[in-house]
């Protein structure tokens, strides 16, 4: 009898085939539980190195995938949810304390030059620290 041998599938991997099986969910637009979501994702490809593959590189294209998403989606609409109404209504905030020191954590590793060069990260991390700063 001939044993039928699957090649390792990763954590990384198994996340990344549920999010090709939900594309038909990506048209739906951001929250706080989907921000909570990518910066789980981002943490999970960036800085965990147990869950990352056994390869020395994250596949381009994935990366690739992640880093427009990022710019061009997330920090954008995190970006636009920094107002005086997300201060006085936490449901409003797109993340919270927790999630958004992960997601600097996150960037000031990968990107260590983005709070310099991209003003919808320097707009997210001034109010976030401002607002805290305040509330202390």
Same mark, same amino acid.
């Given at each position: 009898? @001939?044993?039928? !041998?699957?090649? $390792?599938? &990763?954590?990384? +991997?198994? %996340?990344?085939? /549920? #999010?090709?099986?939900?594309?038909?969910?990506?048209?739906?637009?951001?929250?706080?539980?989907?921000?909570?979501?990518?910066?789980?994702?981002?943490?999970?490809?960036?800085?965990?190195?147990?869950?990352?593959?056994?390869?020395? @590189?994250?596949? !381009?294209?994935? $990366?690739? &995938?992640?880093? +427009?998403? %990022?710019?061009? /989606? #997330?920090?954008?609409?995190?970006?636009?949810?920094?107002?005086?109404?997300?201060?006085?209504?936490?449901?409003?905030?797109?993340?919270?304390?927790?999630?958004?020191?992960?997601?600097?954590?996150?960037?000031?590793?990968?990107?260590?030059?983005?709070?310099?060069?991209?003003?919808?990260?320097?707009?997210?991390?001034?109010?976030?620290?401002?607002?805290?700063?305040?509330?202390?």
């Amino acid at each position: 009898m @001939e044993l039928i !041998t699957h090649p $390792e599938v &990763t954590h990384f +991997t198994r %996340l990344a085939q /549920r #999010v090709r099986d939900n594309e038909l969910e990506t048209w739906r637009p951001l929250n706080s539980q989907r921000m909570t979501a990518f910066i789980h994702m981002i943490r999970l490809i960036w800085i965990d190195v147990e869950n990352r593959s056994r390869f020395s @590189e994250i596949p !381009t294209s994935m $990366e690739r &995938t992640l880093n +427009t998403a %990022l710019m061009r /989606r #997330v920090l954008p609409f995190c970006s636009r949810h920094c107002n005086e109404y997300s201060t006085l209504v936490k449901e409003a905030r797109p993340m919270n304390k927790e999630n958004f020191l992960e997601l600097k954590r996150c960037l000031d590793w990968k990107y260590p030059d983005l709070r310099n060069t991209c003003r919808y990260w320097r707009n997210v991390c001034y109010f976030y620290e401002e607002k805290w700063n305040k509330e202390e």
